[in-house]
Every structure is written in C-alpha cells, then in structure tokens.
C-alpha cells in the first residue's frame, strides 16, 4: 500500500512541478497517471523512490516514510519499489540476464555483484522470470541487440526480480508500435494481477489507460485535477486535464488504429 | 512562375571588419608588423650555409643508417623506452581510473570533485619535458624519472577524458540501477563502466603510443631511455647512428597507431 500526503516539488529554477499531491494506492490497485507533457508525472514517480527529492509531503509505503529515510534505509526502501522506464533504460552494453540480475543489486553485497556470482536462488528466479516474459532464448545476448518490445519485456523482468511491493511504471508504451504497446501494458497488468502488485503508470496515451487501468489520476501543472474510475474520464473532463481539443476524433483515430492492427493481422494471416 | 521579374540583387555575406578605414588600418597595421619583425631577426646567412653543409651529413646519415656499430646502446635505449612507456601507462591507468570517477560531477560530492579536478589541472598545466627536468633534478639521471613524468602526464590525460565521459553517460541508464537499491560501487560497476569501458581502452591504448613518443623527448632532458640514446649520437655527430634510431622510432610507432587502431574498432 502507497500513501501519498501533500506532496510538493519545486525545481531550483523554482518551476513548480508538484503541487500538495495526495493519494492512496491500496493493495493489487493499477492506476493510470495521465496528463499532458510537463504535468509532473515524471517528476511524481520519481518523488516515490526519491530518485528526484520532494520538496515537501510524504510518502509512506506501508508504515514506512520514505521521505524521512538516511541514503542507507532509502537504498532498503528501493529495492522493495520495482521501476519500469520509458524508453527501457536497460545497460545496454550488458547482457540480458546481467540486466535482469541488476535487479539483485539492493540485496547482495558489492563482491558478488562484481564477480556476477548471485546467489542460486536470484538466478533462478532469474531463469522463470525470463521464460515468463518468453525471453528465454535471448538471455545470454546484450540487450542492445533486442527489438524494442523484447527490451521493455526485460526491463519488466528486472523490475520483478527486486520482489517489488510497488510498481513505479514510466511511459512503457513511448517508443513503441500501437500492437507491441498494448501488449506490453497486458503483460504489466497480468504480472500486477498474478501477484496482487500494486501499479502506478505514467501514460500519455488515454485510450491505452482506460482500456489497462483500474483508476485514473489526471494532473495538470503540477495539480490532481481528477481522481476517478477510467469510465468517468469523459470529454469534460479529459478538457479540464489536456484543454481545448477534438476528443472524439482522437477516440476515432485509436479505433483506426486497432482496425489497421487487426487487418495487418488478417493479412499475414493469409500469407501462410 | 509568376509574371515579376526574378530578383536580381543578393547579399554578400558580411565580411570580417565592416568598416573600409578600420579594414585597411589592421590588415595594414598586421603587414607593417610582419614586415618589421622579420627585418629585425639576425639571420647569419653564413651560418645558414654551414648548417645547409650539416644538414647535409645528416640526410646522408639517414640514408644509409647504422644500426650496428651502436647496436648495445639502441637495444639497450629501446628496452628502456619500452619498459618506461608501458609501466608508466599501467601505473597511470590505475591511478587516473578513481581520479576520473572523482572527478565526474555526477559521480562525486563537490569537494571530492574540486580535489580531482585539481590534479587533474596540475599534471595538465606542467608540460612533460618541464616536468621530466624537475624529476631528474629530483631523482637524478635514467629512467626512473622518465617513469614517473609519463605516469605524470598519463593521470592528467585519462583522467580528465574519462571524466569527460563519464559525464557524458546515459543517465537513464544509470538511474534505473540506482532505482534497484544499488549502492555506489553497484552503480560504477553496472551503469558507468560498461558504458565507458571501450573508450577508456581505446584511450589506454592511445596514451600508451604517446607515452613511447614522449619517452624519447623527454630522453633528451636526462629521463633516459631511447632519447637519451638519440641525444648522444647526435653529440657525437655519429649522424647514421642518429638516422638508426630515428627509423626505429618511426617504425615502433607507426606499428603501434595501426595496432591500437585495430584494437579500438575491435572493443567497440
């Protein structure tokens, strides 16, 4: 469980990116954080795992309070909060099970991550986690030479390897095809579902958030201006988060999307 | 096309100096210098026909170098060179590696940073030969003070290039690992180093090359090595000898730009 309580942040060039955020995520919860670019969104997830520091409120995971924690307790507090990024973040230059293993990293000491030897239980957990992203293969590859959907798909892995109570989710979708996106936010739901893990994505895309998520929150400059269930993000409201645009054609545009997907589909299909 | 006339008329792009008077008052101001400065140099034309006579001996030398009748002092320079230049690069690796980390402003707390930037400016500012004199003033003739100017000079270099790069890393990269909980020596180990390990290498391999290019300069001064060699063949105007070791220098270095070169493409 996640207890966000007056959450402020504002930049050394005093842009305000956060203003007084307060939220409770309960257990096995899967919320979609939209809004437009520059919102705070970013800024919000990072303000969790205190990647960016807050400049006031709190933040408590269970009865823990993140935000009063030494560099050492904070080290603790991360391993237990899983991290998916935009654009995959993987080291690319290390291969796929060093990536996934680097989710290890908070629970071995410095010698055993160096020497890569990790403990028999990490590696197993290693090896399912891999055949459960359908990854098995690849594992001894460098994580450059994967297809942008094989790389968020260990990015995923090395997110669960932590164990994470949390799941802190940045843009998954950003750099990828309409059909890979929807299969990644699948695979993210699914993996929160099998494990009751709560989420928290960061989305720009609505129609993806409202088909994956179980409640929205739409900040805008820095402020909650919507708390709901995805069903009640209508055009009012979408209005009140984004301003002024033509939300029925976008709707339409998302509709066209999946057709096209679906036909590419028919067609390969025909092709064997 | 339309019925107008095309334009006719474009600009020239705007020259240095606008000004016609200030345009000429330079440029002529720059000749008048030029043409003063050079009549106010003493040229000996004597002793430039002599030298024209020494030149000579000195092409001939190169021609048909010698390389046997010194053969003990060359081998023996070379061997000294070499052991210096490469001893100097290992040691200078290992100490610029923690200094570069240190000296990365993403990597290190402000004091740390400012210490390593420091050294790092120290051993850029001295050049080696000035450097390579106070080290055998210090230590007295050979090669141990060559030794100690090129792992000198290697710290200031590797260093200051690593930490270049290592601000340049990907930070994306690097916050996902610290996000697992890593700690500091995680984060170096799984998101810096992989991400500058074959600049640093093609790096290690570049220095090295000049590291054996300066081991022979800095010979000159005193610091041993296949310089000091060179240096005492010309005092003795054995100029074939001279013309020797200059083909061999040429060589082992060229030798090495083609290797290191290779190897660079190689880690990539």
């Known amino acids: ?272 | 096309m339309t019925d107008t006339a095309a334009p006719r008329r474009w600009k020239r792009p705007p020259i240095l100096i606008h000004d016609p008077r200030w345009r000429i008052a330079i440029y002529g101001g720059g000749l008048v210098y030029l043409v003063l400065a050079i009549g106010s140099t003493e040229v000996k034309w004597q002793r430039v026909y002599e030298g024209l006579d020494r030149g000579w001996r000195f092409v001939l030398g190169f021609l048909s170098p010698d390389f046997s009748s010194r053969w003990v002092d060359i081998s023996q320079g070379l061997v000294e060179s070499l052991t210096m230049s490469v001893t100097a690069t290992v040691v200078g690796i290992l100490i610029s590696v923690p200094i570069g980390i240190g000296a990365a402003r993403n990597m290190a707390p402000l004091p740390v940073y400012l210490v390593c930037r420091g050294i790092i400016t120290m051993s850029r500012a001295l050049q080696e030969i000035i450097v390579a004199i106070l080290f055998v003033a210090m230590f007295g003739f050979g090669p141990f003070a060559g030794f100690l100017t090129l792992s000198f000079a290697t710290i200031g270099f590797l260093a200051k290039l690593l930490a270049e790069d290592i601000e340049d890393i990907d930070e994306a990269q690097a916050e996902a690992i610290r996000s697992t909980g890593a700690s500091w020596g995680q984060l170096v180990n799984y998101a810096v180093q992989p991400q500058v390990m074959p600049r640093l290498i093609g790096l290690s391999l570049y220095r090295l090359d000049i590291n054996f290019r300066e081991s022979s300069v800095i010979g000159i001064v005193g610091a041993g090595g296949i310089g000091a060699t060179l240096n005492t063949a010309i005092d003795r105007y054995e100029y074939d000898s001279a013309g020797a070791i200059l083909l061999i220098i040429i060589a082992i270095v060229m030798v090495a730009e083609y290797s290191s070169s290779h190897v660079r493409k190689w880690v990539q």
């Not at chain 1, 028999?120 to 690849?138: C, H």
């Not at chain 1, 179980?214 to 993000?233: H, M, N, S, T, Y």
């Not at chain 1, 209005?239 to 998302?254: F, H, N, P, Q, S």
């Open chain 1, 1 to 272: 469980m996640l207890k966000i309580e007056g959450l402020s942040k504002t930049y050394r060039t005093g842009d305000k990116a956060l203003i007084d955020v307060s939220f409770t995520v309960p257990a096995g919860q899967v919320l979609g954080l939209i809004g437009p670019s520059g919102a705070g969104k970013s800024t919000l997830i990072r303000c969790i795992n205190r990647l960016v520091e807050p400049s006031a409120g709190k933040v408590y995971l269970g009865d823990l309070n993140v935000t009063a924690l030494s560099r050492g307790e904070l080290r603790r507090a991360r391993r237990r909060i899983g991290m998916i990024f935009q654009e995959f973040a993987l080291v690319e230059r290390l291969t796929v099970m060093e990536n996934v293993l680097s989710g290890r990293l908070g629970y071995v000491p410095f010698w055993r991550s160096f020497t890569r030897r990790f403990p028999d239980a990490d590696l197993a957990k290693a090896f399912e986690l891999l055949e459960r992203m359908g990854l098995t293969d690849q594992a001894d590859k460098r994580a450059d030479a994967l297809s942008g959907g094989q790389r968020q798909r260990v990015g995923i892995a090395r997110a669960l390897e932590q164990d994470p109570e949390l799941l802190l989710v940045d843009e998954p979708t950003a750099s990828l095809d309409p059909k890979t996106s929807r299969q990644i936010m699948r695979l993210i739901l699914e993996v929160c579902q099998e494990r009751g893990l709560p989420a928290i994505i960061n989305i720009h895309d609505v129609v993806l958030a409202q088909s994956f998520t179980q409640r929205i929150i739409g900040l805008r400059a820095g402020e909650v201006v919507f708390d709901g269930k995805p069903q009640e993000l209508d055009d009012t409201v979408l209005t009140l988060i984004y301003g002024e645009e033509d939300w029925t054609a976008m709707r339409g545009k998302a509709r066209e999307d999946e057709d096209e997907e679906r036909e590419r589909e028919d067609r390969l299909a025909g092709l064997v």
